[in-house]
């Protein structure tokens, strides 16, 4: 199949072209002033745009079977609000009305599970797949996932784990809330192979569908930092309750994954096994520093 993937020089977006270029015909979807260093040397088909008329024109040429959308832009380096909504709700809606004009089988959203009340990121990010729940679909089907909290080796260092897996491995102390919040954390290689799954499952999805992806298995924040500390040997200070609580933060989050192991996933990665592939990343790129 043709496969456009958007946010391709994102971690998720370069997982996912990496495995489905193996074995489809892969568009990697970049920006003029996106990197393409997590991509080398895959089997791909680079393709970068200025303007939303570009894409118009690289739907008509190639006629993708399925889109996949992982852009994101998640606030955490104090992006104003417009630019939340452009990178959110704008462009991902660009995409979808281009796959319904081209007829596109297929438009996988990456979301999120988290709450509308708990950040802007969260609030624009279920906007757009509200938006597109509002109108009536005609030949593209809509399948946002809910993803939880997902991590891997070479992630970026402004995610909670990439965080604490880096000062441990060199030895900073960690200032932290109680560690009372509870998540469900993913591997990256389940990640993908999930979307694999729902890809080959596509006949059995219906029009409008959601499906949660996470392992099932919600643990708190605290136990997930001193499960990274031991299996790290780290000799950091873990200063739980310094830092306090956000404002609205969401104490539970766990993935109802009845949907996705109907259609024959399962999570492989226990998140000793998965923080270890992490630490032993983390491990040799210390040492080649």
Same mark, same amino acid.
């Given at each position: 199949?043709?496969?456009?993937? /958007?946010?391709?020089?994102?971690?998720?977006?370069?997982?996912?072209?990496?495995?489905?270029?193996? *074995?489809?015909?892969?568009? &990697?979807?970049?920006?003029?002033?996106?990197?393409?260093?997590?991509?080398?040397?895959?089997?791909?088909?680079?393709?970068?745009?200025?303007?939303?008329?570009?894409?118009?024109?690289?739907?008509?040429?190639?006629?993708?079977?399925?889109?996949?959308?992982?852009? &994101?832009?998640?606030?955490?380096?104090?992006?104003? $609000?417009?630019?939340?909504? /452009?990178?959110?709700?704008?462009?991902?809606?660009?995409?979808?009305?281009?796959?319904?004009?081209?007829?596109?089988?297929?438009?996988?959203?990456?979301?999120?599970?988290?709450?509308?009340?708990?950040?802007?990121?969260?609030?624009?990010?279920?906007?757009?797949?509200?938006?597109?729940?509002?109108?009536?679909?005609?030949? *593209?089907?809509? =399948?946002?996932?809910?993803?939880?909290?997902?991590?891997?080796?070479?992630?970026?260092?402004?995610?909670?784990?990439?965080?604490?897996?880096?000062?441990?491995?060199?030895?900073?102390?960690?200032?932290?809330?109680?560690?009372?919040?509870?998540?469900?954390?993913?591997? =990256?290689?389940?990640?993908?192979? /999930?979307?694999?799954?729902?890809?080959?499952?596509?006949?059995? $999805?219906?029009?409008?569908?959601?499906?949660?992806?996470?392992?099932?298995? &919600?643990?708190?924040?605290?136990?997930?930092?001193?499960?990274?500390?031991?299996?790290?040997?780290?000799?950091?200070?873990?200063?739980?309750?310094?830092?306090?609580?956000?404002?609205?933060? $969401?104490?539970?989050?766990?993935?109802?994954?009845?949907?996705?192991?109907?259609?024959?996933?399962?999570?492989?990665?226990?998140?000793?096994?998965?923080?270890?592939?992490?630490?032993?990343?983390?491990? &040799?790129?210390?040492?080649?520093?």
């Amino acid at each position: 199949m043709k496969i456009f993937i /958007a946010g391709a020089s994102g971690y998720l977006g370069s997982q996912l072209v990496k495995k489905l270029s193996k *074995t489809h015909k892969v568009f &990697a979807l970049l920006r003029s002033s996106s990197s393409e260093s997590r991509i080398d040397n895959c089997n791909a088909n680079i393709i970068r745009f200025d303007n939303y008329y570009v894409l118009d024109s690289l739907f008509r040429i190639h006629k993708p079977d399925i889109v996949i959308n992982t852009a &994101a832009l998640y606030g955490r380096k104090d992006e104003s $609000l417009s630019e939340l909504i /452009a990178a959110n709700i704008e462009f991902p809606i660009v995409l979808f009305e281009l796959s319904e004009k081209y007829r596109v089988k297929t438009f996988i959203h990456t979301g999120t599970s988290l709450p509308d009340e708990l950040s802007p990121y969260a609030l624009v990010k279920n906007t757009f797949v509200k938006l597109v729940k509002f109108k009536s679909l005609d030949s *593209t089907k809509f =399948i946002n996932i809910e993803l939880e909290h997902f991590y891997g080796p070479d992630d970026d260092d402004s995610k909670f784990t990439s965080y604490v897996i880096n000062a441990c491995l060199k030895g900073s102390n960690l200032q932290l809330t109680c560690g009372e919040q509870k998540r469900d954390f993913i591997y =990256i290689d389940d990640v993908v192979s /999930a979307y694999t799954v729902l890809i080959e499952s596509d006949e059995k $999805l219906n029009i409008f569908e959601t499906i949660p992806i996470g392992t099932g298995v &919600a643990l708190k924040i605290r136990e997930v930092v001193e499960m990274i500390h031991s299996n790290s040997n780290s000799k950091s200070k873990l200063e739980f309750g310094v830092v306090p609580m956000r404002k609205n933060e $969401l104490m539970y989050s766990r993935a109802d994954i009845t949907k996705i192991k109907k259609l024959g996933w399962k999570s492989t990665y226990s998140l000793s096994d998965g923080f270890s592939c992490c630490i032993n990343n983390g491990y &040799a790129n210390l040492d080649m520093n």
